[in-house]
């Protein structure tokens, strides 16, 4: 079964702090996307990265696509407790047939 | 100026009822997917139609099924709930099916007692 492994799983913070989380596979994806959840509400899409060690950033955030695309970071500077939420790392790929899946999550509570 | 939304938010039934979920996107998109979170917040797709046209269809309880009258609707039916089927359910729209960028609904909450 294929997996996308975050961490950390949970991860609590103060405010200004830097942070990191992983996303993992043993899978190749052919696309990648970040999104943040909030209580209440679906995901949110943040952003997609598409090409091996290809970065981009979203004002404090920073993402990052493994060289070999089968993992991702995302890096969050000077964290804000607007930034609290659940963070999901999602990934495209083909496994005989298209496949989406879900990272296992990580939550973020950024402390004022 | 809704994008992808979905009825009803809040949804609590008896165990055995039937009960079903709709979702409508204005987006234009081909394709529309049912998820289901659970407790720990993992989200697993049950469903995705493309062009009204079941394209994944992932290990679930035959008690499931969706329907697409068209394009941009994609219903859920449950039929003889079960207090397992008690989670959040997703409803999301994409662009294509090999477009990996999603944007979900709201949510419904079931809970079945």
């Known amino acids: 079964t294929q997996l996308l492994k975050q961490s950390p799983q949970f991860l609590s913070i103060q405010e200004g702090e830097n942070l990191t989380v992983y996303c993992n596979s043993s899978?190749?994806?052919?696309?990648l996307q970040w999104y943040r959840q909030e209580p209440g509400e679906g995901p949110v899409l943040l952003v997609t990265?598409?090409?091996?060690?290809e970065v981009k950033k979203l004002k404090r955030l920073t993402f990052q696509f493994g060289d070999a695309r089968k993992d991702s970071s995302l890096h969050i500077t000077a964290a804000q407790p607007g930034d609290t939420g659940l963070y999901l790392c999602?990934?495209?790929?083909?496994?005989?047939?298209?496949?989406?899946?879900f990272g296992t999550g990580t939550r973020l509570k950024v402390l004022a | 100026d809704t994008a992808v939304s979905q009825t009803p938010k809040y949804l609590v039934t008896q165990m055995g009822n039937d009960k079903s979920i709709k979702c409508e996107q204005n987006?234009?998109?081909?394709?529309m997917y049912w998820y289901k979170q659970d407790s720990k917040k993992f989200l697993k797709i049950m469903f995705s139609?493309?062009?009204?046209?079941?394209?994944i269809n992932e290990t679930v309880p035959n008690r499931f099924s969706p329907k697409s009258p068209d394009k941009a609707h994609l219903n859920l039916h449950i039929n003889s709930l079960e207090l397992g089927d008690s989670a959040v359910y997703f409803c999301?729209?994409?662009?294509?099916?090999?477009?990996?960028?999603?944007?979900f609904g709201p949510g419904t909450r079931l809970t079945v007692l």
């Open positions: 987006l234009g998109h081909d394709t």
């Open positions: 139609y493309n062009n009204k046209e079941l394209i």
């Open positions: 899978s190749v994806f052919s696309s």
């Open positions: 999602a990934g495209a790929f083909t496994s005989g047939t298209y496949k989406y899946i």
């Open positions: 990265v598409v090409t091996g060690g």
């Open positions: 999301a729209s994409s662009p294509g099916l090999a477009v990996g960028r999603q944007f």
